[in-house]
């Protein structure tokens, strides 16, 4: 026993199995580490930006208000991380019973008839406060809340409704292993110009991908592409 113990093969497949937990460990505290500063990240973010953005989101919310007596927000459900479904709150943009009317146009999407996600460019369901609330993306504001909450992060795939995950392919539902995000990779590089296949693999190679240095390219990219405003309807 004590020979084979010293035995230098015996040595060295110890050395290699120690060598494996130490990079395991490594490779925990590493991920750990970017999930603690990306979380930080959030919470300083969404805090600042619901603080600074108050008199904004105050008058948004009274011009909705005035133009046509509807609620001031639109809730819906929505899914995030690993199937868990969320409330997910957007300035309304459109008429009071735009989900009734949404059946009898599905011939006009532009992802394709019977595609996974609704997206036209002239929704006659948007409202005039509503056009210009899309365009500048200020519609999703009242996402810093789930921000903040923890139910979306700043950068990640956005997040889909439960009609559309339950047509999702299994490669699609790779998109739900992270937390969603208030900006992604698509929405960087053309919104709703992008179709729904090509949103997914960007998704996808962004999960593949993910890092603090990332996320932060996305987030500086975000605001001249909101100024743009290609693909916001």
């Known amino acids: 026993m004590t020979e084979n113990a010293h035995h230098p093969e015996i040595r060295s497949a110890r050395r290699a199995v120690l060598a494996m937990r130490l990079g395991r460990l490594r490779w925990y505290w590493q991920v750990r ?65 735009a989900e009734q009317r949404l059946l009898a146009m599905q011939h006009l999407n532009q992802h394709g008839d019977g595609g996974v996600t609704f997206k036209h460019a002239r929704d006659p369901r948007v409202t005039r406060i509503g056009r210009m609330t899309r365009r500048t993306s200020i519609d999703e504001l009242p996402q810093l809340w789930c921000v903040l909450k923890g139910d979306m992060t700043l950068v990640g795939p956005r ?71 290609r693909g916001a309807y």
């Open 33 to 97: 580490s970017v999930a603690g500063l990306k979380r930080a990240l959030d919470i300083l973010c969404a805090s600042a930006g619901l603080l600074l953005l108050s008199p904004l989101l105050l008058v948004v919310a009274t011009a909705i208000r005035c133009d046509d007596g509807g609620p001031v927000l639109f809730w819906q459900r929505r899914v995030g991380r690993h199937g868990r479904e969320f409330p997910f709150p957007k300035f309304r943009s459109m008429v009071v019973d």
């Open 159 to 229: 997040p889909p409704l439960p009609s559309e995950v339950a047509r999702y392919t299994q490669a699609e539902r790779a998109r739900l292993e992270v937390t969603p995000g208030l900006t992604c990779i698509w929405q960087v590089s053309g919104r709703a110009e992008i179709p729904f296949a090509e949103q997914v693999s960007m998704d996808v190679e962004y999960i593949r991908k993910r890092s603090l240095w990332i996320d932060l390219k996305l987030l500086c990219k975000t605001l001249p592409a909101v100024l743009r405003g």
